[in-house]
């Protein structure tokens, strides 16, 4: 890498600095526990993986984990901060003094000031170009404040955000810093955002020193198919590409943006999913009405995407299914609702379910007319027997005769059961791409930052709940937002927080986001039946760079903080207009 640079015909370096951010859900944490005189436990899981909670309590406690039931409540908002054990270890600690149930509620002051926000970054960061517009070298050198525990999200941010474009000379150094801070956990798209923030603001930079358009210079740098990750691992596919030439003929990009103070800016962001194992099984009831039965928690209504899934596969319709997320001691080893897994792994889990009840049922049909299993056809809600269409039974039928007393039929009840993993090997799975468009109009007089339109354009594959899909995008980008203008922990010298209320602590409202555009791409990612790709990760990914373009368009300010405060703003304005 420093020879490339030491060649290249412009290089732009910077230093950047980014605050900690809570994940913001509005939910507080509250949990239960209950250690029965028999020693068992039960517990009541705010959380987003009922079995890493089990797991993590029959380690921190030293409980045989078969002891151990967590049974999941609804969640109210996590975004990576209720993956792991928080407050049951105490509940169960205490119950097993009193042998009472035991419940801990945090107040909104306590969660702030206890811990698990996301990581904050200093960044130095490198990169060159020739004079044709080739990105030839990138150098980067990255501090991830992990808290007061080892474990920032290096890895995730790093092989996804220099991930962005091809480039061939490449050399990241990034360190897992421990702070006297509260530990921090996974916040959607772990560690991307603030990193993100840095590599496309460069890139912005460079494109005007080389004089290119920043989108056709993206363009012209982003992967493709077949390129390689900084870890080795080859992009099947990413289509950045494509997203990018929708941008380039939308209206949020080509329409002049008029009046004093405003500007508009672009970034982009990727994201690939981590992998992981989900079980489901499938139960069919007396009126031939299904119940699913998941071993992952629901954090935004993939209940009814999975329903959508399991009616397509039954040939049913999406009323006769009924969606129930199960405890640790009903469905077999899930694991956390996080990094994009759910929907893309779990709609292979409930699919193969689906088959295998198909399968038995099937199977019941043809015992029942004497034939091979090979010869009975469904569809419609109805089995028969090819070439002999009089040997016809319906669904409800089959379902009914399985589970009726004296109906003869024997056989058992009917089910499915299927657990479906999935394992990262030489390819990144399933990528996602996605470009954001952001036009603002700056108060140069206080800094303050006004955005007039967003917009956001992402590869979802297929989009089998397109309202699911778009609130994805739309959550995602908000919650970056927040993290680019205003989100910040502030702490004391000794690492206590300053500013533990919503009041000081100011997320976003609905005064200071406009309505989100979205542009559902889909480009149906070829190791999926379904062509799902992940969604809910990378919108959070480009805001803060975005935002930040679009601020040095309107001003010619360049921002290197998080978040770009009104304060900020107008010193780096301030900053500007001395040094021209």
Known sequence: ADEALKNAHVVVERTFNTGTVHQGYIEPDSEAAWVHQDGSVTVWANTQGTHLQRRELAKVLDIPIKTINVIPTEVGGAFGGKE??????????????????????LSREEILRAGWPSTSIKCTM???????????????WIAFNSGAYPGAPIQSAVRRVFSHYSVEN????????????PPNSAYRAPGATPVAFAMESIIDELADKIGMDPLEFRYKNVSRDGDLMPDGNTLPTINLDRVLDEVRQHLCWTTPLGGPNRGRGLAIGMWTMPGGTISCHVNVNYDGSLNLVLGIVDL??????LAQIAAEECGLEFEDINVVVGDTDTVAYSDATAGDRVTYVASKAVAAACRDLLANMKQRVAEKYSASIED????????????????????????????????????????????????????????NGTAHVADVEVDPQTGKVQILRYTVFQDVGRAVNPSGVEGQMQGGSVQGIGWALSEELQYDDDGSVENASL??????????????????????????PYGIRGVG?????????????????????????????????????EKSRESD
């Not at 760079?545 to 300010?557: D, E, M, P, V």
Request: hydrophobic residues 40%; neutral net charge.
């Open 84 to 105: 792991s054990v928080r407050v049951t270890a105490l509940c169960v600690a205490l119950s097993g003094k009193t042998r009472l149930p035991v419940r801990l509620s």
């Open 126 to 140: 490198k990169v060159g170009a020739d004079q044709q517009g080739n990105i030839v070298g990138i150098k980067a």
């Open 170 to 181: 490449m050399k990241v150094d990034a360190f897992d810093v421990v702070t006297n801070r």
């Open 300 to 305: 935004s209504s993939t209940r009814a995407t």
């Open 376 to 431: 009975v056809r469904y569809e419609s809600k109805k089995f028969w027997i090819e070439d002999s269409p009089e040997m016809s039974v319906t669904w409800d039928e089959t379902a009914s005769s399985s589970v009726a007393p004296h109906s003869g039929a024997g056989g058992g009840a009917l089910a499915g059961y299927s657990s479906a993993s999935e394992v990262m090997h030489d390819e990144a799975i399933a990528p």
């Open 503 to 528: 009041l000081d602590y100011r997320i976003p409202t609905i005064l200071d986001v406009p309505s989100i555009d979205t542009v559902v791409l889909e480009f149906p990612s070829p190791d999926h």
């Open 537 to 573: 990760q990378v919108p959070i990914v480009p805001p803060a760079g975005t935002i930040g373009n679009a601020i040095f368009r309107a001003t010619g300010a360049r921002l290197d903080q998080l978040p770009m405060k009104p304060e900020r703003v107008r010193l780096a304005i």
